[in-house]
């Protein structure tokens, strides 16, 4: 699998780079990983986005987050034309240009972590008509700057950030409206989505199928069935995945100790982490650690 680095796309230094492209039977997005978060916005094609194996419908407004070290692909582009924005940055692009001081922005979900120790951001958020035009309007301003000769240093990082936080208010619009409605009306597939989504927000905590059921107002029941039903796993089986996946994730990228990490992730016996990143992976996670640092070296 091939593995970029940010350095194919810096130009004198430049923090962050952004481009729009296409991709289709001539140019098909294949499998890679990269060393930078990557912004990807869908400006027009629809089907999957696969990333860490884990597949997302896509279709124009859709915005996804790749962080560095996972895989990620459009499969269907051979089939089918595909025209994406992609913004480029690595994390340490933007502190220099972030108040000391987090403040309100420490309740932004698209800002935060570039205060913390770079937890998730969000990975997903579908975009209404209004809102796509708002967010395509600052993206063409970022290429056309980054693109543009002469441009003062750390603009380009300034552009990124304003864009991050007009991005944080919409994700916490659609997260209060979500909220604020009933789950009778809403397909299981949406339900489903919407559950899977809090997951992979709350992988760290001691989370139970009895507190989820009386989060989105269902039956504990219900909520096994359709979950299994949309998934073909259970709730136990995905968040153990979600686990899984972040923890290959700081083993790759990180230093820290594997009782460190499988604390992080939400195990509280390191022998239990163990058994289930051998299930997961087929390798012990020191064992995982030396495999993929021999791969990119």
């Known amino acids: 699998m091939e593995r970029k680095v940010y350095s194919e796309y810096q130009r004198y230094g430049d923090p962050v780079w952004a481009q729009r492209s296409s991709h289709g039977p001539h140019n098909p997005f294949e499998e890679h990983k990269h060393d930078f978060i990557e912004l990807i916005y869908i400006v027009q094609g629809r089907g999957k986005h696969t990333i860490n194996g ?7 407004g859709d915005l996804f987050i790749v962080m560095p070290g996972e895989s990620h692909h459009f499969p269907d582009t051979i ?27 420490s309740e932004l979900p698209y800002v935060a972590p570039f205060y913390n120790d770079m937890d998730r951001l969000p990975r997903r958020l579908t975009l209404t008509s209004v809102e796509s035009t708002s967010v395509l309007m600052q993206l063409e301003e970022i290429i056309q700057e980054v693109h543009t000769s002469g441009t003062v240093k750390h603009v380009v990082a300034y552009l990124l950030i304003h ?64 979950f299994r039903q949309q998934t073909g796993k ?46 997961f992976t087929a390798n ?14």
């Not at 884990?54 to 124009?60: A, F, K, T």
């Open 79 to 105: 089939a089918c034309d595909l025209e994406i924005i992609n913004c480029l940055f690595r994390r340490e692009a933007l502190p220099p240009c972030l108040p000391l001081v987090a403040g309100v922005l």
């Open 163 to 226: 864009l991050l936080i007009q991005l944080s208010r919409i994700y916490l619009k659609h997260a209060a409206s979500i909220e604020e409605m009933k789950p009778a009306p809403l397909s299981n597939e949406i339900l489903v989505r919407r559950i899977k989504t809090y997951l992979e927000q709350s992988f760290q905590q001691k989370l139970t199928t009895e507190q989820l059921a009386k989060s989105f107002t269902i039956s504990t029941r219900h909520l096994n069935r359709i």
């Open 54 to 60: 884990q597949h997302y419908e896509s279709r124009p």
């Open 234 to 279: 259970s709730i136990t089986e995905t968040v153990q995945q979600i686990r899984i996946e972040r923890a290959k994730q700081m083993l790759a990228e990180t230093n820290r100790s594997i009782n460190s990490i499988a604390s992080f992730v939400g195990f509280n016996e390191v022998s239990h982490f163990n058994k289930l990143f051998l299930r």
């Open 284 to 297: 012990t996670p020191s064992g995982y650690r030396k495999q993929v640092r021999h791969e990119s070296s």
